[in-house]
């Protein structure tokens, strides 16, 4: 059975950085792509940030694009969402996702796994 385990999350200031991992009990963990969303009270699921199974590949939302950053480490069967410049409007759940069999992919429902999600709190 696949878990997905965040940790990271807290409350910070705005303007600080923030570094969320989550980690994977998933026996090939390299055959998923992974990717990070956020919910905010009141508001969807959004899609922060997804990496390729390989790692070479990685997308952003526009939002978070040039502040946040994404990688894996294969070995350690983790996946990892370095948060720079961090803003009140950051302020969300932040949900660690595995998608099986896709090269990486925006959408929720193409996330076959999720974890319980960790809460990052930005103060101004």
């Known amino acids: 059975q696949v878990q997905l385990v965040e940790s990271g999350g807290g409350l910070v200031q705005a303007e600080s950085s923030l570094r969320l991992s989550c980690a994977a009990s998933?026996?090939?963990?390299?055959?998923?792509?992974m990717g990070w969303f956020r919910q905010a009270p009141g508001k969807e699921r959004e899609f922060v940030a997804a990496i390729s199974r390989n790692g070479e590949n990685t997308d952003y939302a526009d939002s978070v694009k040039g502040r946040f950053t994404i990688s894996r480490d294969n070995a350690k069967n983790t996946v990892y969402l370095q948060m720079n410049s961090v803003k009140p409007e950051d302020t969300a759940i932040y949900y660690c996702?595995?998608?099986?069999?896709?090269?990486?992919?925006?959408?929720?429902?193409?996330?076959?796994?999720w974890g319980q999600g960790t809460q990052v709190t930005v103060s101004s």
């Open positions: 998933i026996r090939i963990f390299s055959t998923y792509a």
């Open positions: 996702a595995a998608s099986y069999g896709s090269p990486w992919s925006t959408s929720r429902v193409n996330y076959d796994y």
